[in-house]
């Protein structure tokens, strides 16, 4: 599987607009881009996943390059509770095994 | 759906002691990966399966770890003898089922099972 970075940490204010940085410049053409994000004393959940399009959800939008080699999580407006590790992962639709990187660790103050 | 369900929550055993962490999947998915998380070395996949066949367990540090999935509702993942490098927090998440991308690749986890062996 393709490798992702992420910067290790962000800090961002409650209620601006975050966001969060991928790289991902070894993607090949069947990977789907996952963002997965894991709060405190918690097991990870899943927030998006796009493979060419820009998508949207209740949670977030997922911006990606027109080349597919870096992709950026937006969370509109950002609250106490989205503190957070946010993962980038990349994985084939037909693979079921992701795997994980260290994320970034987003800090939000009120 | 009460969503994946990990026990115990909290382990603490001596060293050499056996442990057994057990695990239910959200009925329905068809695939089921443990997961080990420490501050080190982030959130490694041990093992997974599909429909109850182990699939990968290249993430399986040594032979004192073995997993199990019997039917399609129950997995356990042992470890015998334990050492102090095992402590860590262990999650379960599950996937799969039919239809969307989202039903066949979401992996939705369990609260985790946090191990500390002294």
């Known amino acids: 599987d393709a490798k992702t970075t992420q910067p290790n940490s962000m800090e961002s204010n409650e209620e601006e607009p975050v966001h969060l940085p991928c790289n991902h410049s070894?993607?090949?053409?069947?990977?789907?881009i996952h963002w997965y994000r894991q709060l405190p004393s918690q097991g990870p959940e899943y927030v998006i996943h796009?493979?060419?399009?820009?998508v949207n959800n209740r949670m977030a939008s997922l911006a990606i390059a027109e080349d597919r080699k870096s992709s950026t999580l937006i969370l509109h407006r950002a609250t106490l509770r989205d503190a957070a590790v946010y993962y980038c992962i990349l994985n084939a639709g037909n693979n079921r095994k992701l795997i994980w990187g260290l994320g970034t660790s987003l800090a939000v103050n009120p | 759906d009460a969503g994946v369900i990990q026990s115990p929550r909290h382990e603490v055993t001596e060293m050499g002691q056996e442990v057994t962490l057990r695990c239910k999947p959200i009925s329905g998915h068809n695939s089921l990966f443990w997961y080990r998380q420490t501050m080190m070395r982030g959130l490694e996949l041990l093992i997974y399966?599909?429909?109850?066949?182990?699939?990968?367990d290249s993430g399986m540090p040594e032979d004192r770890f073995s997993a199990k999935m019997p039917n399609a509702s129950f997995s356990t993942l042992k470890i015998q003898p334990s050492e102090p490098r095992d402590s860590a927090v262990y999650f379960c998440?599950?996937?799969?089922?039919?239809?969307?991308?989202?039903?066949?690749?979401?992996?939705?986890f369990g609260p985790g099972t946090r191990l500390t062996v002294l």
């Open positions: 399966f599909n429909n109850n066949v182990p699939i990968d």
């Open positions: 998440a599950s996937s799969g089922g039919q239809g969307t991308f989202n039903s066949y690749n979401e992996q939705f």
């Open positions: 796009g493979l060419t399009s820009n």
């Open positions: 070894t993607i090949s053409g069947t990977d789907y």
